[in-house]
């Protein structure tokens, strides 16, 4: 309940008795006193009163703003925590400067595999321990696909050498790739002028480093790095190897001959060992006592007088051996079945197998297989020669002309018998 002031006429008169009051000053009191409370906060708010209080100020988090833009909360994460949000790096203008506009190693990279029908490059990384000296290094994979046996070869990863690892190691990832790209480029088109479309910081390593790196290989032999075909290229690689591969095995079969217990022509005796060869005597024969020798011999010499059979096992021991000095396995099958011990085998084997047939080792040094028709003897020489054609050595050849007084359809009979 509110009282209101009785108002009297003293009240009223005193209002009245002055002047110089306007009518709306005396309303302002007539309501102020009808009404103190409103009246007290109405005088506060007029004109020429005290300075007025500042507004109470209002956190933010009080706010509420009513809004139909909608944004991205993950956006606004580093503002809310206080950290302006870091700008993405422009792969551009890292690479090739603020004022570079032209293509990056990357893109010719891919553009090169594009035009070469090559599969696209494969980019590994990986992060140096800090012990290491840290930062990170990058190294291209190149592929292709044969378009005729749909094979795929995948080259081994393009890596800078042990001594010149650090130069490929960089701060950001970014940069270890176009670095990576860079060196693969120059792999496969340093005989190009590629290095005129690559940033500057590419276009010095192309020029320098890398030239001087090359440079090292192709005197150390390794020119084939550099090949514009890197596939060509490993494919000849890999032959080479496998040629070099086929030597080594051949090399350790010939090894396996002092097993048998002899020394063969051309090898070193070792410490102990005996020197037969070194104290064989050599004798000298022409072409036609050499060949009625060896007839003798094939005709009357006798092996196996006792008919001894060999086990199987034995057999295939011996087959195995001789095979791997360097004679027919079909030779050696033939005199194992003939012969009662491996040394009877070989005997045969060095008499019975046509010149043409035997390993290099059983010939003497500077000697040329097969028997040289030095006479000038065209028609004989012509007739040895088809011989020959047919299938027949050609020092069985001569000597069945010979036995046959030249007649040819004689001697391919006897030479048949052989």
Known sequence: MVNFPVLTSSTLNLSLHVKSVSIFQLLDRLFCLFFPLMGSKKSQGQRGAGPKKPPQEVPDSDHIVFTNKHTDSSKDGSAKNGNPETPRPDARKVIGGASWTGKLPVNLLSELCQKQKWNKPEYSMRHLPEGAGGGHVSSVTLAAINPKTKETTKLPPFQLPVSHRDLASQETPLE????????????????????????????????????????????????????????????????????????????????????????????????????????????????????????????????????????????????????????????????????????????????????????????????????SLASGDLAKEAKVKRLTQAGYSSDDSASALRHSEGDERVSSCKVASF
């Open 176 to 371: 270890a790739r176009h670095f990576a790209a860079t060196y693969a480029l120059f792999r496969v088109s340093s005989m190009k002028n590629i290095h005129m479309t690559l940033p500057p910081k590419y276009r010095d390593l192309w020029k320098g480093e890398f030239a001087q790196l090359k440079e090292e290989d192709v005197k150390a032999g390794r020119a084939w790095m550099y090949d514009a075909d890197p596939f060509a290229a490993a494919l000849e690689t890999k032959k080479i190897r496998n040629a070099v591969e086929l030597r080594k095995v051949k090399a350790a079969e010939q090894k396996t001959a002092p097993s048998l217990g002899m020394i063969l022509p051309g090898q070193h005796a070792g410490r102990g060992s005996s020197k037969a060869w070194e104290r064989a005597p050599l004798v000298d024969m022409g072409n036609k006592i050499r060949s009625d020798v060896e007839d003798a011999v094939k005709s009357h010499g006798t092996w196996n007088p006792y008919q001894v059979v060999l086990p199987e096992s034995r057999r295939l021991t011996i087959v195995t051996e001789l095979s791997g000095l360097g004679f027919r396995r079909s030779h050696v099958e033939e005199a194992a079945q003939q012969c009662k011990d491996r040394e009877e085998t070989l005997e045969w084997l060095l008499i019975h197998v046509p010149e043409d047939d035997l390993p290099a080792w059983s010939f003497p040094v500077n000697y040329t297989s097969g028997i």
